[in-house]
């Protein structure tokens, strides 16, 4: 499930811990309450293979059991929080997981969770969860250092942002991006929701069609 070594190298970085601790608004570094850096999966195949990257405002809080050992390397860390995230999406734990795996199918509909993982990146704005998830602190000192380095290795990709954060995350680097409502409530459960991920949807398959 890890992706492909560049993002991994990227990523790693967040572990040993991440720099930004203590300056990052909110961020946390805590393993044995579930706080590390974490959210991400896809990108097992070549970078090149990878057409869609979600992009999500961060993770929410730990699920109730999720800790990690703050003595395991960061190579161990990533690779615990990535079975995590795996496996969160994998059985479709809460309502924004579903959603997620609803997106990627409506794509991919012949392919294996594990299949559609070659052409999808999902991660975050920010990678450690806040306290207030449905508030606006934004910081952007985590996308300058890790989102704009992981878009900058899938040139082949559509952006797709969803939520309000994220929006402002992506906007604030200058990519172009496709806006969405959030997968996660509460904005995944207002009337345009729907409507704004299937919009997204057609872009990425207009985009199949020009390629």
Not at 4 to 30: I, V
Not at 32 to 59: Q, Y
Not at 189 to 209: D, F, M, Y
Request: glycine share 8%; net charge negative; aromatic share 10%.
């Amino acid at each position: 499930m890890r992706p492909d070594d560049k993002l991994s190298a990227l990523l790693r970085e967040a572990y040993q811990p991440c720099s930004n601790f203590g300056t990052c608004r909110e961020a946390q570094w805590d393993p044995e309450s579930g706080h590390i850096p974490r959210g991400f999966l896809g990108a097992t195949g070549a970078l090149d293979d990878v057409e869609l990257v979600m992009v999500f405002a961060e993770p929410g809080h730990p699920h109730r059991g999720e800790v990690y050992d703050s003595e395991d390397s960061p190579d161990t860390l990533l690779e615990n929080g990535m079975r995590h995230a795996y496996e969160s999406f994998a059985n479709g734990t809460d309502l924004f997981h579903r959603n997620v795996r609803w997106f990627m199918g409506q794509l991919y509909p012949d392919l294996t969770f594990d299949e559609q993982l070659r052409h999808v990146w999902l991660t975050d704005g920010r990678l450690c969860s806040i306290d207030n998830e449905i508030g606006r602190v934004s910081g952007r000192i985590c996308a300058e250092r890790y989102l704009r380095a992981e878009l900058e290795m899938l040139p082949n990709a559509t952006v797709v942002a969803f939520g309000g954060k994220a929006h402002d995350y992506v906007r604030r680097l200058k990519i172009e991006y496709v806006k969405a409502y959030a997968l996660a409530p509460p904005g995944a459960n207002h009337k345009p929701a729907r409507p704004s991920w299937e919009k997204a949807l057609e872009v990425i398959e207009s985009r199949r069609v020009q390629g």
